[in-house]
């Protein structure tokens, strides 16, 4: 049942992936790699921003210390997005599954995971992972492969599909909750301010996305604490009732009596 | 590029991502109870997707026209809780059509 579910959530990622895929891979063929090359790519690292620039640095003969910084700038926000998703999982996740989650961390697996109002369960989580990295891989497969007689015109309107996915999923719940709103506003105004200043527009992406979700996001974290972290909290209480863990609870909510 | 080259600078990419998605959800297997930290944590991926998408949206296509029309429609459709794929495939099939009658008009 839960493998169902994820696989089904995971449907609409798999077909905008494929779309992302198809153009990274066709980029690719026009650099000048071979076949294998962004197939390779796609399997092993399963990321979407960091494939299209790591991928022009290699072509550009960018040396080895300059694909590992720009890959880590580009990829450091999958650290925080692991880190609230690992507040998600429970404790009882062993390690080995974690390992073999961590890997389909993506944006977009990320966005659709943290919406479930429940726990993370393996199988929901690989159900909805498998799907989408099937439609990343499929993709790059066949844009390496027809690259060449696929339309430009078509190229351009599938450019949007991710971004789109993404409106599709801030813009619910700003609509429901005012704090979400007001988040999202500041970001997309800290990211404008970002995006058109001269000297601040020659920062690259990841630092970008970084800097201007952290600062937001404090913002609105000391703004609107969440009143009701409950669902989770409750569920952890009956999971491991010790007294230790009750008490950290207390201490919780007298910070948000503070934070009021 | 030499078969080195390639090889070599796929297995950077790959360690230095899988590295950035796994450290956090190896190490950080405790819950975390103070409020603010959840609190961040639940506001951060809307801050990160907003960030991400504008105004990059808006340039995501060949010309800023289709863009402008696709960022409607998504708007639009999404303000109406339309599910995902729907607000994905009408944008694309909005942007394709705006440049389909920018071509022929001009």
């Known amino acids: 049942m839960r493998l169902k579910r994820g696989i089904k959530d995971g449907i609409p990622i798999a077909l905008g992936y494929f779309s992302v895929s198809f153009a990274y891979a066709v980029l690719a063929r026009k650099t000048g790699f071979p076949i294998w090359f962004p197939i390779l790519v ?23 210390a300059e694909l590992f910084s720009a890959m880590l700038i580009i990829n450091i926000r999958y650290t ?52 989408s990295f099937a439609g990343w891989v499929g993709g790059t497969v066949c844009g390496a492969a027809l690259g060449d007689v696929f339309p430009p015109s078509l190229m351009s309107a599938f450019g949007i599909a991710l971004y789109a996915m993404f409106v599709a999923i801030i813009i619910p719940p700003s609509r429901s909750d005012k704090s979400v709103l007001f988040l999202v506003c500041i970001s997309t105004a800290a990211s404008c301010l970002f995006y058109f200043t001269p000297v601040l527009n020659t920062l690259s992406e990841g630092w970008v996305i970084i800097i201007a979700s952290v600062f937001c996001t404090t913002i ?41 | 590029m030499t078969l080195e080259d390639m090889l070599i600078g796929c297995l950077i990419m790959a360690g230095v991502t899988y590295i950035t998605k796994a450290i956090s959800l190896l190490l950080f297997r405790k819950e975390i109870k103070n409020t603010f930290v959840q609190s961040f944590l639940y506001y951060i991926p809307y801050s990160v997707l907003a960030v991400m998408v504008f105004p990059a949206i808006l340039f995501s296509t060949d010309i800023i026209w289709s863009g402008l029309i696709g960022t409607a429609v998504a708007l639009i459709l999404s303000f109406f809780k ?25």
């Open chain 1, 42 to 64: 796609s399997a092993t690292n399963f990321t979407g921003t960091g494939q299209f620039v790591g991928t022009e640095l290699i072509a550009a003969g960018a040396a080895i």
């Open chain 1, 80 to 131: 925080l997005m692991s880190l609230s998703l690992s507040q998600k999982m429970g404790s009882d996740f062993p390690l080995w599954q974690r390992a073999i989650i961590a890997f389909g961390v993506t944006d977009e697996n990320y966005a659709v995971a943290i919406r479930q109002p429940q726990k993370l369960t393996m199988s929901y989580l690989l159900g909805l992972m498998v799907c």
């Open chain 1, 220 to 260: 609105a974290a000391l703004l609107f604490p969440r009143k009701e972290p409950a669902s989770d909290q409750n569920t952890s209480k009956q999971e491991t009732p010790n007294s230790q863990n009750n008490t950290d609870i207390a201490a919780n909510d007298d910070n948000r009596e503070d934070l009021k």
């Open chain 2, 82 to 106: 339309r599910g995902l794929l729907v607000v994905s495939l009408s944008s694309i099939a909005a942007v394709y059509l705006a440049e389909l009658l920018f071509r022929i008009l001009l």
